[in-house]
């Protein structure tokens, strides 16, 4: 089973299952609104004024926290059991140093907020400590072009955010992005973990999608 992480849809599995981000995000937001007003008050007001504005800071804190784990719990409750079922090993992407590649593009305030917030990486702990329990593998694969690669020929498509298209007219799939890449993942993962995996490089793939697998192999 492959899972694609991100932020519109903060996990989008091979199987069809997906989980929006819309609502972390809406209460993110709303927390930041509040922690500025709250800060302008515990800078600016009377020394009462700043200390319940403090406290008020902390325990906001805790509740956005709270709520973030809860919900990556849930989805990873979901995804272990799926796999259980049908027991299936799980490849997610191997997001290691995305925050400092992404922040290296120009963004503007609120998207750099927004995508430092992202905790995927706690997501990919709650998989990987409930795969052990439940005795799931968890593989970690390279993410490289695995979002711009159809994963029906594996050439390389147009992604125009949630929508991608094969640019191989023999195949010419349309259809979800995230969707795609879960996929593709799916694939990646069983070129890993199966012995004769290795044989998905013979098919006729894009020569960059070709590297970003064989680099895959590689580092297995």
């Known amino acids: 089973m492959g ?11 091979s199987t069809g299952k997906s989980w929006s981000g819309k609502e972390i995000q809406d209460k993110r937001d709303k927390f930041n609104r509040v922690r500025a007003s709250l800060q302008k008050k ?14 008020i800071l902390k325990r906001l804190s805790g509740r956005e926290r709270r709520y973030q784990a809860w919900l990556n719990h849930n989805i990873s409750k979901a995804i272990i059991n799926e796999a259980k079922q049908s027991q299936s090993l799980i490849a997610i992407e191997d997001l290691t140093g995305i925050r400092a590649r992404t922040n290296q593009k120009p963004r503007n305030k609120t998207e750099r907020r927004r995508s430092n917030s992202w905790a995927f990486y706690q997501l990919r702990q709650f998989l990987e400590y409930k795969g052990i329990k439940e005795g799931i593998e968890i593989l970690a694969v390279n993410p490289a072009y695995t979002s711009q690669t159809c994963h029906g020929c594996l050439h390389i498509g147009l992604r125009n955010n949630k929508s991608f298209k094969c640019s191989n007219k023999a195949c ?4 979800d992005a995230d969707n795609n890449g879960s996929l593709m993942i799916a694939l990646v993962g069983l070129s890993v973990n199966q012995p004769r995996g290795s044989e998905l490089l013979a098919c006729p793939i894009d020569s960059r999608a070709t590297e970003s697998l064989r680099c895959t192999l590689a580092s297995a």
């Open 3 to 13: 899972v694609d992480f991100g932020r519109r849809d903060i996990a989008v599995t």
């Open 42 to 55: 515990a800078t600016l007001g009377t020394r009462s004024t700043r200390r319940r504005a403090r406290n």
């Open 172 to 175: 010419g799939w349309i259809g």
